[in-house]
């Protein structure tokens, strides 16, 4: 029998006098900027052992070219080989306001047909904004999560995928991506999870806490907070107030959830989850087929002759199960104790929940990944 438990574990550590269930506004909601900006380079891995690109991928025999006549090199691209080379895309995403020296990690991607990046190194890549203008730099060793090893006689041995890999902290910003903007007259904070009666709360909070009326809902996302006009012109104060606006807590009021993901059997339950009171019966069908082969031998001294013949037989079974009467339920452990009672397993289960959430009996959004 399946048996499922629920383990809450508290991390937040916060003071004696803030209620149960209360929680920071940082931890639910953030401050809404201008967002991330994606910047992507064209660039060569060097120092692979032998798991380049091939001499058939003629770009990146171009580009290890064009790149050592830079360098004051004259090589002839017909005798080039690029086997410890590889032609690899670079992309990163940046915050839009990031100053020249800030760093990010970047993903390196092959192009051609290398069959691994481990080992190698990214030789300096210039990355593009979204205006095609040059925003920042990459360059360092690649950490690779597989390999791909080849066996020879057509073998090969291969985990997870070794040509993509990351560089941390491989690029540089050199320019910011976007222009300064004057000072904002308001600030907006997003929750993640949008909610009407959260964004309700987080405002009513934000206004208590000040003793105005400076913060209001937008929508079930947003929440904006009007600056006075000097603390918009002051960067410093500005700071300061989004500190303590994120160090507030509330009574967050999120929507009860089930996710459940097919693929690998996972149930999540979230903390408001309610059953309504159902009856659930779930048998499973049991179908057995056995195939024989036999050898039909005739008669003495007749004229007959020797055969196989296959013999099929098929057993169809059907599990009885009891139904199970699930009373109307009020916490999670509730929840988990009546889908203990069924004792189904869990792929079972995601069908029994599905059924439920189909009927009405289950009192969540039910999320199947």
């Known amino acids: 029998m399946l048996r499922i438990a629920v383990l809450l574990i508290s991390l937040v550590f916060l003071p004696a006098a803030t209620a149960i269930g209360a929680v920071r506004i940082k931890d639910v909601a953030s401050v809404h900027e201008i967002g991330l900006v994606q910047i992507v380079g064209y660039g060569l891995v060097a120092g692979l052992s032998g798991t380049g690109d091939g001499s058939t991928t003629q770009f990146t025999t171009q580009s290890l070219t064009n790149m050592l006549e830079k360098m004051g090199i004259n090589v002839d691209s017909d005798r080039v080989r690029v086997r410890n080379v590889a032609a690899v895309i670079v992309t990163a995403e940046i915050p839009a306001r990031s100053r020249p020296g800030y760093r990010a990690d970047v993903t390196v991607s092959a192009l051609g047909d290398a069959r691994s990046l481990r080992g190698g190194t990214l030789v300096l890549t210039q990355l593009l904004g979204p205006d095609g203008a040059v925003v920042a730099t990459s360059q360092g060793p690649i950490m690779v999560g597989g390999y791909s090893v080849d066996t020879g006689n057509k073998g090969s041995v291969q985990k997870n995928v070794a040509t993509v890999g990351r560089v941390v902290a491989g690029a540089t910003v050199s320019r910011t991506p976007l222009p300064e903007s004057p000072p904002p007259a308001s600030i907006a904070i997003d929750l993640h999870q949008p909610d009407y ?11 208590a806490e000040f003793g105005d009326a400076r913060a209001r809902p937008h929508d079930a996302g947003r929440i904006e907070i009007a600056l006075e006009s000097d603390i918009a012109a002051d960067p410093g104060a500005v700071v300061g107030l989004v500190s303590q606006i994120e160090t507030l807590t509330f009574q967050d009021d999120r929507s009860a959830r089930v996710v459940v993901d097919e693929r690998t059997g996972t149930v999540v339950v979230g903390e408001h989850v309610q059953l309504a009171a159902s009856a659930v019966s779930h ?8 195939n024989q082969t036999l050898v039909s031998q005739p008669g003495p001294f007749s004229s ?10 098929a057993d169809v079974q059907e599990e009885r199960r009891t139904v199970v009467e699930v009373s109307e339920t009020v916490t999670v452990s509730d929840v988990v104790q009546a889908l203990n009672d069924l004792g189904a397993s869990t792929r079972d289960l995601i069908h029994i929940l599905q059924a439920l959430h189909r009927a009405g009996a289950l009192r969540a959004e039910l999320v199947v990944m």
């Open 197 to 207: 009666t959260s964004a309700q709360k987080l405002a009513a909070t934000i206004n």
């Open 283 to 290: 048998g499973s069908l049991s179908i057995e087929i056995r």
């Open 304 to 313: 007959g002759q020797t055969v196989v013949v296959d013999q099929t037989d």
